[in-house]
Structure formats: C-alpha cells, structure tokens
C-alpha cells in the first residue's frame, strides 16, 4: 500500500500574509505538500510577501520515496499548470502587481514550465531543469538551486539548460551546494535534508524575490 500523510486544507491552496502584497506561489515537490513548507512560506511573508501553497496531489503526500515517484508519475502536468495559473491570476486580480513562483524538484520543473507563459516575474527552481524539447524563452529573470549529487536525465543537465536559457537573453543566476543530495531543502525529509544549505539556498531567495518584485 502507498505511504500517504494527512496534510492540511487537502486540495485546497494554503495562503498567507495580505491579499495584494507581492505574491509568491510555492510549488512542492514530489513528496506532495509536506508541513516544511508551511515554514517556509511563513518566512516569506516576514519578508513582505504573499504566498500561495497549492496542492498539486489532491490531498495526500508522503514521505516515502517509492510512494513520491508513484505520485509524481499520476500528476496531469496540464492541470498542475492550470493550478498554478490559477494562483497567479487569483493573486493579481487582488491585486499583487508583482507575483514570483517558486518551484521544489518537480514544482520546480513546473514553475519552470509555467513561467514559460509570461504571466510572472521571476522564477525560482530547486533542483529542476527543463529538456531542449521542454524549453521556450522564460522572459523573467530564473535562480536556480542545485545538489552537488543529483541525476539528470540526457538533455536536462542544468549546464545545458542554463546555455539555453543565455542564448534567448534570459538572465539566470545559479548555485550548487557542496556536499548536498537532491531534496536537500525539504525539511520534512530528514535523510536528504541540509539544513546549513537550505538556509542559504532560502537567504538567496528572498533576496532574489525582494529585487524582482519588492523594488
């Protein structure tokens, strides 16, 4: 039987701070909606923002990998990008005339994909990457966040991504944490989690986030 977790407001997206604010939409990654990003998007709203969490999994999440893979396996990308359009949408029509979306693994690969459609300002990707056969022109500015030990699969190594994203005028910074694995920010995840990288990778974030859609 799958390893699911109980999560709250299942299928529903978590929201904090002010309608209006500058918005971030935080997309998990293939574990499903775990409680550690509840604490990250309440550092984000200390730092001004509003921030949307939706559920991509339809309320379950878990913490065992063969579990994350089956989930991740079943998502409708078409619909995970209309969950997150929708955030962004909802967000604007109340007035956050600045929105970012940040992505973990493959919310990562999603927001990726997302941002692709010019509705964002600024896009931010843990561990993610997007194949030549994925990628368009993203128009806003991308940070990436990389694991020193990570598998890609051929033509999604973030060295080829990143000279993509050069070639179409697309500014990209990026960091790779010594030491790490992929998932290194999940702090659910005790086998895989970083906390000295993770806080920095986090630090990095929000200064990113504060120049695009703060200034």
């Known amino acids: 039987m799958p390893e699911l977790v109980s999560i709250p407001s299942p299928g529903a997206a978590l929201e904090y701070g002010t309608p209006g604010d500058p918005l971030v939409v935080v997309v998990h990654d293939w574990f499903g909606r775990l409680p550690g990003l509840e604490f990250y998007a309440e550092a984000l709203v200390r730092q001004g ?22 989930l991740m396996d079943s998502l409708d990308i078409g619909r995970a990008l209309a969950i997150v359009d929708e955030a962004v949408t909802t967000g604007r029509t109340q007035g956050s005339s600045h929105v970012g979306v940040v992505g973990f693994s493959v919310g990562g690969w999603i927001a990726l994909l997302h941002a692709q459609g010019g509705a964002v300002d600024a896009v931010v990707a843990y561990y993610a990457s997007l194949e030549a056969k994925d990628h368009g022109v993203i128009p806003s500015p991308v940070q990436l966040h990389l694991a020193e030990t990570d598998s890609w699969s051929a033509g999604q190594e973030p060295e080829s991504f990143v000279d993509r994203l050069r070639e179409h005028g697309t500014p990209v910074t990026q960091f790779t944490y010594a030491g790490t694995v992929h998932g290194f920010a999940n ?12 806080a920095l990778a986090y630090a990095r974030v929000a200064r990113f986030l504060e120049s695009h859609l703060l200034e």
Do not use: M, N
Not at 49 to 70: K, S
């Open 49 to 70: 923002f509003r921030v949307v969490v939706p559920d991509l999994y339809d309320g379950v999440a878990t913490t065992d990998e063969h579990t994350a893979h089956l």
């Open 187 to 198: 702090a659910t995840i005790h086998s895989t989690l970083d906390a000295r990288a993770a």
